[in-house]
């Protein structure tokens, strides 16, 4: 695992840790990276799922005033899911999603390859704050076009979040969600195209 090295990753850092859930209650979690996979937990308090990950003390995780979630949590409310049959995309676009939101993994210096690839999938977004934690109903989407390095996606509504978690609707693609920070957004239609780097995936 030559990308789990976390030794120069100085994880205690004010600004690299979550100390604090936004309803104020105290959290020990750090924000996930290319470095380190966010999973969705849940504040004791309050019960907002913060996408993070756990923080370490003497080799173990700890999980102060946290719980483990589950990604349903978030998406349960997401009624229909999107009803598109994967019979669209060809063989060379699921692979080139699959290959695209594997590299969410890789440090950047190794994106070499960019490219940007035109498809059009279904997603459920949800939007985070600079905590990472989840502030809003997830919203249906669609992917714009797909590369190494991050996406540009076609949202319903005008909107300032800081982060987006994006899970890829159709579970027939078996792609892990990753987290989007945007850098662009325009008019688009009815819509707005939202393009951004991706910061990590999500495991759940
Ligand atoms: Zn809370």
Request: net charge neutral; glycine share 6%; proline share 7%.
């Amino acid at each position: 695992m030559p990308y789990s090295h976390l030794s120069d990753h100085p994880v205690h850092s004010r600004n690299l840790t979550i100390e604090r859930c936004s309803c104020g209650a105290p959290v020990s979690l750090v924000k996930p990276s290319r470095h380190l996979a966010a999973a969705p937990w849940q504040c004791l308090r309050c019960g907002s799922v913060l996408l993070a990950s756990p923080q370490r003390r003497d080799g173990s995780e700890f999980h102060g005033g946290v719980r483990r979630s589950d990604f349903n949590t978030i998406y349960k409310s997401v009624t229909p899911r999107a009803d598109v049959s994967p019979s669209h995309l060809s063989d060379e676009d699921i692979e080139q999603l699959r290959n695209c939101t594997k590299s969410v993994e890789l440090p950047s210096h190794e994106l070499r390859q960019s490219q940007r690839y035109a498809v059009a999938v279904p997603l459920n977004v949800v939007t985070l704050n600079e905590k990472f934690c989840v502030t809003g109903a997830p919203s249906l989407a669609y992917s714009i076009d797909i590369s190494t390095g991050g996406m540009s996606l076609l949202y319903p509504k005008a909107t300032e979040a800081a982060l987006y978690a994006v899970e890829f609707a159709d579970g027939f693609l078996n792609i892990p969600p990753v987290i989007l920070r945007p850098i662009r957004c325009s008019r688009l239609g009815s819509g707005f195209a939202i393009a951004g780097d991706f910061v990590c995936r999500v495991d759940y």
